[in-house]
């Protein structure tokens, strides 16, 4: 019988001709354990999507009360399920009044999809904004958004009308203009390896739009949901937006995801054509379970209070003649080094000698990210520390 390995590479389609090979049995909290028992420290949180831990047993306890009641009944929007109607009023209630209205998606970028539609529909118009070296998803208009020609080439035609514009730079706001249906920013960039709004950026980007009246979108889907130590990143520049993206964290392990924004925007999805927007998984039961668990521990376990904290510690103990510099907003991280030539045999090292795992960003090779559940402890950042500052050396 052909093992797992076998059959993955076999069998399961590839990305890469150097996928990690990590074969894991099961987690729990920051852990993961391969089969041969080997516990491994997890670093990046399934890239953003563990942040209140593996199998938090309060998402679990979700997930399985749901699981005894209903699966799947319907498509979106039809049928009256309490998990969704329940997770959209307490998503809500965390977010400005105006943004008082919850489609749910199964991932974070037909989240962007989504949204994308939507400002079209609202605006009349056609142009879209988004930034250099901004990753917003792999499905076409997502992918028409993101800022890299590299990623994009081969793939072309994309959506038209779309421009980018350089992430903190000011002058190129004017770009944004009558005929820009939406701009579409990561509060915080992710893969472009954690960039974080220059003071007065975001407020002077929400003036912009208002100014000429295209829709603000801020995609939330990997900074949202407490990794930067707010529920919503958005809350520490000062401004809101018109539709928010968020995926990812959300579903504390399920998969889920989510444009947010006013009724009287989201009812463009109502009329001329009916059924503007269609998913048939969207809002499943259990994920909304899940979701509504996951909201209420970050909530009632007081996890974004002890955020700011445990990033300071990282940045107190991550210091070594070969880090150039360390970027975080709350415990979303960048390791800078000098070349993609050094930090790979780093995480090589740190996963396989250290049992550490961790990766670098899509659009900054040079950068380590560090992104582990929000319960990680101050003994276990120590413990990671003290085993990355290990690898470096070696
Ligand atoms: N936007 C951002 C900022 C992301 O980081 C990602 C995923 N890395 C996406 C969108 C796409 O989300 P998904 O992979 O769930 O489609």
Redesign the pocket.
Known sequence: MLTPRQLFLRHQAQTSDFPLLLEIERAEGVYMYASDGTRYLDLISG??VSNVGHRHPRVLAAIHEQLDKYLHLMVYGEVVQAPPARLAQALTATLPARLDNVYFTN???EA?EGALKLAKRHTDRTGLISCHNA????THG?LSITGSEGFKNAFRPLLPDVRHIRHNRFEDLLLIDEHTAAVVI?TVQ??AGVRVPAPGYLPALRQRCTEVGALLIL?E??CGFGRTGTLWAFEQFGIEPDILLT??GMGGGMPI?AFIAPQHIMAGFKTDPILGHCTTFGGHPVSCAASLATLRVIQEENLLAGVAAKAARFREKLVHPGIREVRNCGLLMAVEFDSFDVLKPLIDRALWEQHLLTDWFLFCDNSLRIAPPLTITMEQIDEACAGLLSAIRN
Not at 135 to 138: E, I, P, Q, R
């Open positions: 890239i953003g991932s974070g970028t962007v990753y917003h998803g792999s997502a990561e992710g893969e995609d889907i990997q995926a990812k995801g």
